[in-house]
Nanobody, 118 residues
Framework: VQLQASGGGLVQAGDSLRLSCAAS????????MGWFRQAPGKEREFVAA????????YYADSVKGRFTISKDNAKNTVYLQMISLQSEDTAVYYC????????????WGQGTQVTVSS
């Protein structure tokens, strides 16, 4: 199983980015998918998740209204659309997968760096 995250970069505050997570070895239509992030010196934190059916999405309070998680089953890819980026969003972003409604994420990607300059 591989989860290839991409789309990160250096942007200014207020800009937008879309992260992608291309999955291989599993099908996102049968896995709950999530995005997490880890800023320097901080613990990894939950950002957003989408249920395996795609019918439910969940967000951390800090990104609610600014980030949108979605998935394209045909492309076997999960996305995180981020708008109104703030310096506090600077982190390495990781995508993760868990089988259906299991509580723990089993598979993790390698991360993509997002840096927001103020």
């Amino acid at each position: 199983v591989q989860l290839q995250a991409s789309g990160g970069g250096l942007v200014q505050a207020g800009d937008s980015l879309r992260l992608s997570c291309a999955a291989s070895g599993l099908t996102v239509s049968t896995y709950g998918m999530g995005w997490f992030r880890q800023a320097p010196g901080k613990e990894r934190e939950f950002v957003a998740a989408i249920s395996w059916t795609g019918g439910s999405t969940y967000y951390a309070d800090s990104v609610k209204g600014r980030f949108t998680i979605s998935k394209d089953n045909a492309k076997n890819t999960v996305y995180l659309q981020m708008i109104s980026l703030q310096s506090e969003d600077t982190a390495v972003y990781y995508c993760a997968a868990k089988w259906r409604d299991y509580s723990e994420y089993r598979y993790w990607g390698q991360g993509t760096q997002v840096t927001v300059s103020s």
